[in-house]
């Protein structure tokens, strides 16, 4: 039973779709709302948004866990999947939030767009690494794939001695403060309007690097959030 960290590439993108999609169930209150559907029958466009994320950000890296062990296919030994990206340069423009067909557009944007504000605002004119992506085949859960993938990032933030941030889903949480991070705001979101939860809270979370005092952005720095 050995777990490998190895850097993705754009044929790994199905795959994560698919770990993903089971990872966050396809059913939850919250991906009702935000994916309504009908989702197209045809393609794969939740892979093809990732790859063209990764070809716009030349600091965007992907890694996935691979269990060398499992008797799969060699894609079905790729059990966990992240989206990394590196941005030593601050960011100047914020994300829109919007998703591709079978989403609700309000929606997304109240839920997406409010991370990306948020973070930008948090953030602002500062280097740091960020989370985008992090998921685990359900079965092979609680298996440590989910800490190698953060491993690579944190060490990279502190080899660089600069912030890592995440927007965090409630099963995530614990998970990320054994590794550091802590809670420095939170989006509430209102789903009510679309008959789902009226207050969904996603932590957001920031780890300063090891080994120094940040020089980049302590919490003390962070910018003012609009809301
Ligand atoms: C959150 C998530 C990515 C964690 O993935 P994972 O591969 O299970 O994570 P790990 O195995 O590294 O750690 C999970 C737990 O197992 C424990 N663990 C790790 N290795 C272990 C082992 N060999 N034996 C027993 N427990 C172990 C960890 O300490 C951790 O404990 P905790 O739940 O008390 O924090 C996964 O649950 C997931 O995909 N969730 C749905 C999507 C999601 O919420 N993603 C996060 C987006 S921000």
Known sequence: MVLQLVEATEDDAPRSVAIETEAYGPNGP???VLYPGPRPTEGNPRADELIKQRREDPDCRWFKIVDTDLDASPEERMIAFAQWHVWTTPRTSIPSGAR???SNPE??????????RKRHALMRGKPYVYL?????????????????LLEWGLEEADRLGIPAFLESSQQGRR????WGFREVETLT???SPWGGPSSIEVPLMLREPKGQQ???????QLGQVDT
């Open 214 to 220: 940040s020089s980049m952005a302590t919490m003390d």
């Open 132 to 148: 985008k992506l992090l998921h685990t085949q359900p079965k092979h859960q609680k298996r440590g794939a989910a800490s190698l």
């Open 175 to 178: 998970l990320y403060e054994k």
């Open 107 to 116: 929606a997304c944007d109240l839920f997406f767009g409010g991370m990306n």
């Open 100 to 102: 591709g067909p079978g």
């Open 189 to 191: 979101v209102d789903f």
């Open 30 to 32: 919250v991906g009702l």
